[in-house]
């Protein structure tokens, strides 16, 4: 058979491979802490699953409109209102099977051979993919942990050229943790007034996950950009409901068009029972997204203070999302192989940085998603796996 060309540029989501070769350590019998996973490991707020299982067994077993059953809209456009104090219309919003096909979509509307797409490095890494497989030229934004792992607003808007179309961001960002500060932000928004050719990705899947008090900050909130901002967020994170695969996407007047043709080209539209218990998500108590938030932030701060512990490793407070991303370039030990060493030899999973673009050389990714006692046996394994080298 012959592929096309474009296969060969597609990459992949490391994490999925760690978690692929954990299953099958475990089921070959090894004790393995999967701290590679990028999903809560709580339950969704009971409501979500009473509400799907009602919208079952009502009937709601059919396609639904492309862009979403008008009540999520509605509630998603609800919901911006009250979190961010900003006035969506429905008719902007897009709702969708998880996040990631909001990031295809974007990509694919203003990616083509001579385009350029700037994008987070290290970041999610199906940005640089997806930028890749369109044909335009994946342009690194570097994210720096002198910089608390956030963009500089000069260093980004020096980036753009006239090939420039889209520039994504991410805050809270994974894998890092580092989430943009206000300052950036306006300085940011301040400087592309020049190009308002230039679409943006604002990749906002953590924006309920913050620490210390620390308040999200939405592009959405800039008028002077709604006219070309993409917003994504969605449940997988804030609701753990990963395996759901629901998200929402705010599109401007002159996109949404386009983006409810590539849903329909592409997925037809979310099943029924998900975007039901979405709803309940949305406007039932929020005791869960608190909990959760609570119990990632017991485990973060663990974690920095152990891994700062271990000679060899140094490890920045991350704001948000429910990573740390420890620099480990004092092991002498790069990224890769202490990801392959700790998983094969100790049994602990994690994700090497490189995975998240070059600039992540010299970081692991570990997930606070796990319990307590987990961690700290993944740790002590880590120390003691470091000490033995
Ligand atoms: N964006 C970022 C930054 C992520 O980390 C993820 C998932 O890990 C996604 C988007 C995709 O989320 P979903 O599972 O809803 O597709």
């Known amino acids: 058979m012959k592929l096309s060309e474009k296969m060969s540029s597609l990459g992949t989501e490391t994490a999925f491979e760690v978690l692929a070769r954990a299953e099958s350590l475990t089921n070959e019998g090894r004790d393995i802490i999967n701290l590679g996973i990028g999903q809560p490991d709580s339950a969704p707020p009971a409501q979500v699953v009473d509400a799907a299982i009602k919208a079952l067994r009502d009937g709601h077993h059919g396609y639904t409109p492309a862009p979403g059953i008008y009540p999520i809209r509605e509630a998603v456009a609800e919901y911006l209102a009250h979190t961010l104090r900003v006035e969506v219309s429905p008719e902007n919003i897009l709702v969708t099977p998880g996040g990631k096909p909001t990031i295809f979509f974007a990509i694919m509307m203003f990616g083509e051979l001579g385009a350029e797409i700037l994008y987070p490095n290290p970041g999610f890494p199906i940005y640089e993919s997806v930028i890749r497989f369109s044909g335009a030229k994946p342009v690194p934004i570097p994210i720096l942990e002198r910089n608390n792992f956030s963009f500089k607003a000069d260093e980004l808007l020096s980036l753009i050229t006239p090939a420039t179309r889209l520039i994504i961001l991410n805050s809270p960002g994974n894998p890092a943790g580092g989430a943009a500060c206000k300052s950036e932000m306006d300085k940011f928004v301040a400087g592309i007034d020049a190009r308002p050719d230039i679409a943006i990705l604002s990749d906002e899947i953590y924006s309920r996950i913050y620490y210390g008090g620390t308040e999200h900050i939405s592009l959405l909130s800039y008028p002077q950009i709604r006219n070309r901002l993409i917003l994504l967020d969605g449940w997988s994170k804030t609701y753990a409901m990963t395996g759901w695969r629901i998200g929402f996407s705010v599109w401007p007047n002159e996109l949404i068009e386009g983006a409810i043709r590539l849903a ?28 959760m938030v609570a119990s990632f932030d017991e485990r973060r701060r663990f974690l920095v203070e152990a891994l700062n512990a271990i000679p060899g490793i140094t490890c920045k407070d991350p704001v948000g999302a429910f990573y740390v991303f420890p620099n480990i370039t004092g092991s002498g030990i790069n990224s890769f192989t202490l990801q392959q060493e700790l998983l094969e030899k100790v049994g602990v999973a994690t994700i090497a940085g490189t995975s998240f673009g070059k600039f992540g050389e010299g970081y692991l ?21 470091l000490s033995c080298c």
């Open 264 to 291: 329909i080209n592409c997925h037809s539209c979310v099943n029924a029972a998900s975007q039901w218990g979405a709803i309940a998500a949305l406007k039932g108590p929020q005791t869960s997204v608190l909990n």
């Open 365 to 385: 990714r570990i997930s606070c998603a796990s319990p307590l006692q987990n961690i700290r046996l993944a740790v002590d394994r880590i120390k003691d796996y």
